[in-house]
């Protein structure tokens, strides 16, 4: 939705809901500036697997088509792995089928499309028998297999100690995120 004001100053927004539930992701505010700087729109969903994205694709599709974006990036992977909810080659086929239907979806203007390859859960096996890496190996896959995809690689960042780390040993803290900027800073301004 877009609301256009008479003038630059302050207002006053007021959000209701008529029924149901409503999710509001945000507001931004421009004057002037929409088509200047960066802007992110960001769709994380605490214990999403990628099963759980493909079966909200009609409210993706929404979000993605509004944003019209040059770059889409997908970290999908963890959750497959850290819930057992999908095998290494389901996760690659949901990968699959989340980049085909990006393409469709956003025919008119394609963005570059770059697959995250989440950090390393260490070596137990899943309640499927699967190993963390097993789950990277899949990831690998689906970017050696279409040049067009790039592939952001953590791999070599681990969770398992240090400042990193957020309270849950998983989640990336501030000094975490921090050194995932950088590394996403990095892999953006070379060349792919």
Same mark, same amino acid.
């Given at each position: 939705?877009?609301?256009a004001l008479p003038?630059?100053?302050?207002?006053?927004?007021?959000?209701?809901?008529?029924?149901?539930?409503?999710?509001?992701?945000?507001?931004?505010?421009?004057?002037?500036?929409?088509?200047?700087?960066?802007?992110?729109?960001?769709?994380?969903?605490?214990?999403?697997?990628?099963?759980?994205?493909?079966?909200?694709? #009609? =409210? $993706?599709?929404? @979000?993605? *088509? !509004?944003?019209? %974006?040059?770059? &889409?990036?997908?970290?999908?992977?963890?959750?497959?792995?850290?819930?057992?909810?999908?095998?290494?080659?389901?996760?690659t086929a949901n990968?699959?089928?989340?980049? #085909? =239907? $990006?393409?469709? @979806?956003? *025919? !008119?203007?394609? %963005?570059?499309? &770059?697959?995250?390859?989440?950090?390393?859960?260490?070596?137990?096996?899943?309640?499927?028998?699967?190993?963390?890496?097993?789950?990277?190996?899949?990831?690998?896959?689906?970017?050696?297999?279409?040049?067009?995809?790039?592939?952001?690689?953590l791999s070599g960042?681990?969770?398992?100690?240090?400042?990193?780390?957020?309270?849950?040993?998983?989640?990336?803290?501030?000094?975490?995120?921090?050194?995932?900027?950088?590394?996403?800073?990095?892999?953006?301004?070379?060349?792919?």
């Amino acid at each position: 939705m877009h609301l256009a004001l008479p003038a630059a100053g302050t207002h006053t927004l007021r959000i209701a809901a008529a029924s149901g539930t409503v999710y509001l992701e945000g507001v931004t505010a421009y004057n002037g500036d929409e088509t200047k700087g960066i802007r992110l729109v960001a769709d994380a969903h605490a214990g999403y697997d990628s099963s759980s994205y493909l079966a909200d694709r #009609a =409210n $993706l599709n929404k @979000l993605v *088509a !509004a944003a019209a %974006p040059d770059l &889409v990036t997908i970290d999908w992977g963890a959750n497959d792995y850290l819930n057992a909810t999908h095998t290494p080659a389901q996760l690659t086929a949901n990968l699959n089928s989340e980049i #085909a =239907n $990006l393409r469709s @979806l956003l *025919a !008119a203007k394609q %963005p570059s499309v &770059v697959v995250v390859l989440p950090y390393s859960f260490g070596t137990a096996r899943n309640s499927l028998g699967y190993v963390w890496a097993d789950y990277a190996a899949a990831i690998r896959a689906v970017t050696a297999a279409d040049p067009t995809v790039g592939l952001m690689d953590l791999s070599g960042m681990s969770t398992g100690g240090g400042n990193i780390s957020a309270y849950d040993g998983i989640h990336p803290s501030d000094q975490g995120q921090a050194v995932l900027a950088g590394i996403a800073a990095t892999y953006l301004t070379s060349s792919h």
